[in-house]
């Protein structure tokens, strides 16, 4: 389905439950059309309680489960852009980070920059609060700033059964995601 839409717009609007603190939460959806895809939904949410913010985008259509492997390997390469949804898993084995979708996953639309920006603010975090790692966080975020400068070589994989993540990049590599055995 192509839509020519230039700016967001609001379809549907309704309320729910916080998943923080039981609140009243009002969520808003908005369909928009992005480069590289056709179309895509928009939801955002906030408690009138707790002021918990909810954001999460999808394409509107499902593909085929993949896996995307994308490598950094030089100076700009961390400047690719980075769409997971939020039922994918996200990895980047040599630095031995991960995300798991949970019942309150989000998925987002970032650079790999971005991506490990957001790494090392979340590793800050946890350090403030155990200071007796200081010398191991402090290894970690030298990794995390060599990485987010595209200093060292590193991979992001993305995980999606449903297909609608991706690295827009031309060095981005894509298989099938085969299901799980069991």
């Known amino acids: 389905m192509y839509l020519d839409i230039n700016e967001p717009v609001k379809f549907n609007e309704y309320t729910g439950k916080c998943p923080v603190c039981g609140g009243l ?13 056709e179309s895509v939904l928009i939801t955002t949410g906030k408690c009138s309680s707790c002021g918990y913010k909810y954001r999460d985008v999808r394409l509107t259509d499902q593909k085929e489960p993949r896996r995307i492997i994308y490598r950094v390997e030089k100076p700009g390469d961390e400047r690719a852009l980075v769409i997971r949804s939020s039922g994918s898993i996200l990895l980047i084995p ?7 979708p949970g019942p309150f996953s989000q998925g987002f639309i970032t650079t790999v920059e971005g991506l490990i920006m957001d790494f090392a603010e979340k590793t800050r975090f ?13 290894i970690v975020m030298e990794k995390l700033a060599k990485a987010r400068d595209g200093l060292i070589s590193y991979t992001v994989i993305i995980e999606d059964k449903t297909g609608l993540s991706d690295i827009v990049s031309g060095k981005t590599i894509y298989e099938k995601l085969q299901p799980a055995t069991g």
């Not at 939460?25 to 895809?37: A, E, G, L, T």
């Not at 946890?126 to 402090?138: G, Q, R």
Request: glycine share 4%.
């Open 94 to 100: 040599e630095l031995g980070l991960s995300i798991e």
């Open 126 to 138: 946890l350090c403030e609060e155990d200071k007796e790692k200081k010398a191991e966080c402090d």
């Open 25 to 37: 939460m009002v969520y808003v959806d908005y369909v928009y059309r992005i480069p590289y895809y």
